[in-house]
Each structure stands twice: as structure tokens, then as C-alpha cells.
């Protein structure tokens, strides 16, 4: 998952708290720098007990949901036997139901139970500081093997928090909801104690607009900028290939194949993973951003999820998908291509840099580059064909990493 960089500023607070015979933990958060309950800035003693309690509450759900930690909820999952019943804390549990929901309804396109698959490909956190390490993929029976440990329905659930496996192989990463989770939770607790809240909550990658921009001068609203994965390419100065305006209430996170990955002979190995192939997703997908509205509940792990999923379908089904879930639910999606085009799904405002630098400062329209062109979701095709600047992209990756 990328940064989604949100216009207003925010203060970054990283929490660290060292414990006896326990690993350090390490938790980004960010919040605005003024948040507003029925129209007035919280205090700076608010805010310094707002942080503290939110820290609080990562720490403790870290505390459940981490792969790293061996006493872990998930960590305790994952060594267990084959119906070993696991009792496990409320936000793991939270979690693994919303997973088993998340898993029907992108028809499998979402899974957090990868964590072989994604041990095979060298993705997991033993292999932090080498991911982008050229190397061969694995053998089709690795795959295979991998695969058929890491069916997520070999998992019960009971209402008394008991986690079982059916299959003792099974392994879980919770890592494609979690931060989305997080989101939702820090929400709750803003506004179990304040009304009519304005300010931004980022976890990680994963952000929550909530309420309109206050001191709106320009009268946009919250602005924001889509990351651009293929920066490196850009001769403009913007570091966003899209920028939204007008948000407000709504729940954004963004994945994109720029984080975590490796190229071998020529090709990009994603770190985000297909659940029915074990490979890395390969649909000419390079980045998709999913706004969903906070009115829907788990607004912050439903963003965290879908925008995963549409990389495991071929593309027409993808957008197919994110289009069922504006005509169901209002959520909406853009999807950035290899051939350099971007789809946009719903009818939130987007804008290339151009035409933001022109709305927002005139003086830096020369300055920065129109790198996506908009296509309709109508004249998608499957086989996406790489734009010839991909290649240039792969090739300065390559060359970075055999450098690193």
C-alpha cells in the first residue's frame, strides 16, 4: 500500500514504546493539525491526550493482529494445530469477520490468508530490506504447495472468539486490512468523545476525511493527491498523477505495485498477490484508489481491502466490480494502467495536475506534467498493452535495485 496525501497538513507522531523481553513497536499514525468539533479547534491539551489515548489503541491492536510479535493473536493462529481452538482478542476477531465477508463479496479476490504465498515470493517481514532483490520466481509445485495451504475457508470462527484451523499449514497476515481497520477504530474513538468532528485520521496508507474542510479558503473542500507510481518518469514537478476535490466524509486508501516489489528479466513481481493463481497480480494494473463513503460501516478496512481486490481480476471484471459497488453502495474507484490511462468509477471530481495547478496556483501549470490519460470503463480490454515508457520504468527499477 502507498501514502494517500491528503491537502491539508497533518502531524506525523511515530509511537514507540520499549518493552521488557518484547520487540520495540512501531506505529505511524498521523492526525490533522487542527481538528474541529462543532466548529471549534481542539485544545493543544486535547490533542496531546487524543494522541496518547490513540496510541494506546494501535498498540493494543498491534499487540493482537502482528505477524512479528510471537504472542500474537494471529502469531498464536498460525502455530496452532489442525483443530486447536485458538481464543482470540476483539479486534482480531473483528477482523477475521469482516475477512470472511470481504472474501464473498470480491468473490475471493481479497484473502488474508496468503501468508505462504507470500513467504514464497519473499514478501514477508523475515525478508524486510530485500525485497526488491532480483530473483527467479518460484516452481510451479512451490506455487501449487503454497497455494493449497492458503485456502482462507479451512479457518472456523465461533462466537465465543475461538479461531480453529482445519488445515494446520494455514497461515494469516492481516496486513490487506488492518491499517483500514485501525482507521475505523481511531474514528470511534473521536467521536465517542466529540460531535460533528472536521479533521483527517491517517494510519499507515489509509486515510479517513472526516466531516468538510474547515478554513476552506479556495471553497474545495478536502483536497487530495493520488500518488503517482511512475514518478520517476515525470519530467513535472507534481508528484501526484491525480488530485481529488470536493471529499468530505469518506474513507480513502490506495495500492500500488510501486511499493514492495522486485523486476526480474524485464518484469515487475508485485507484492500483491492473486489468491487463485499464488503469483503476483499481472492484469496491467499499476494503482487503484477506492473512496468509500463513511455512512457505510468499516468505511477504513472495506477501502483497505477492495483497493487490493481489483488487482486480482482480469480488468474489465475489475472495474465490472468497482462499478457494482457505486450503483450499490456509492463507493468509488480509480484504477491507473500500464498503458498510462486511468479509469475513474463514480462521480467523485478528479483532476490531472494540470488543471488542479491551474485552480490552485496558475504559476505552476508549466511546471508540471499530465501523465494518465482518462479512458472509459467501456472501452477497457484485458491484455493491457504497456505503454513504451514502461519499459524505461522497468529498466531504471531494474538498474536501481541491482545498485541497492
Not at 494455514?170 to 460533528?196: F, H, P, T
Amino acid at each position: 500500500m502507498r501514502r494517500f496525501c491528503c491537502g491539508l497538513s497533518v502531524l506525523i507522531v511515530l509511537l514507540f514504546c520499549a518493552c521488557a523481553n518484547t520487540q520495540d513497536y512501531f506505529v505511524e499514525y498521523s492526525l490533522s493539525q487542527k481538528i474541529y468539533t462543532s466548529g471549534r479547534v481542539l485544545t493543544a491539551s486535547e490533542m496531546a491526550r487524543l494522541e496518547k489515548q490513540v496510541g494506546s489503541l494501535l498498540q493494543e491492536i498491534e499487540d493482537q493482529v502482528s505477524v512479528e510479535r510471537e504472542d500474537s493473536d494471529i502469531a498464536r493462529i498460525n502455530a496452532a494445530k489442525a483443530g486447536e481452538s485458538i481464543e482470540v482478542g476483539e479486534h482480531t476477531y473483528a477482523m477475521l469477520q469482516l475477512c470472511k465477508q470481504l472474501t464473498e463479496q470480491t468473490d475471493g479476490a481479497f484473502s488474508p490468508a496468503l501468508y505462504n504465498v507470500s513467504q514464497l515470493w519473499g514478501f514477508t517481514p523475515e525478508y524486510a530490506g530485500s525485497y526488491q532483490v532480483s530473483r527467479a520466481e518460484p516452481s510451479a509445485s512451490e506455487i501449487e504447495e503454497a497455494l493449497k495451504n492458503s485456502d482462507f475457508s479451512q479457518l472456523e470462527l465461533t462466537d465465543e472468539r475461538l479461531v480453529t484451523k482445519i488445515n494446520s499449514a494455514l497461515r494469516l497476515d492481516l496486513g490487506g486490512i488492518a491499517k483500514g481497520y485501525m482507521s475505523d477504530c481511531v474514528r470511534s474513538l473521536l467521536l465517542e468523545q466529540y460531535e460533528d468532528v472536521d479533521g483527517i485520521i491517517s494510519v499507515m496508507s489509509n486515510s479517513i476525511l472526516l466531516g468538510e474542510k474547515q478554513e476552506d479558503v479556495r471553497g474545495l473542500g478536502y483536497t487530495s493527491s493520488l500518488e503517482n507510481p511512475r514518478r520517476e518518469l515525470s519530467s513535472g514537478t507534481n508528484s501526484g498523477a491525480l488530485y481529488f476535490i470536493d471529499l468530505s466524509d469518506v474513507a480513502v486508501s490506495t495500492s500500488a505495485d510501486s511499493y514492495r516489489f522486485y523486476v526480474y528479466n524485464g518484469k515487475i513481481y508485485k507484492h500483491i498477490l492473486d489468491p487463485k493463481t499464488g503469483r503476483p497480480a499481472e492484469n496491467g494494473v499499476i494503482s487503484i484508489t477506492v473512496l468509500v463513503p463513511l455512512n457505510i460501516p468499516n468505511a477504513g478496512a472495506l477501502a483497505d481491502a477492495f483497493s487490493t481486490a481489483g488487482f486480482c481480476k482480469p480488468l474489465t471484471q475489475s472495474l465490472a466490480f468497482y462499478e457494482k459497488l457505486w450503483e450499490d453502495f456509492g463507493i468509488g474507484a480509480v484504477v491507473l494502467t500500464s498503458d498510462y490511462c486511468y479509469y475513474s468509477v463514480g462521480n467523485y471530481h478528479v483532476m490531472q495536475p494540470t488543471e488542479y495547478a491551474n485552480l490552485v496556483n496558475p504559476e505552476l501549470v508549466d511546471s508540471v506534467e499530465d501523465m494518465f490519460v482518462c479512458r472509459k470503463s467501456e472501452d477497457a480490454q484485458d491484455g493491457v498493452i504497456a505503454h513504451e515508457k514502461e519499459k524505461e520504468y522497468i529498466d531504471r527499477m531494474e538498474q536501481y535495485n541491482a545498485r541497492a
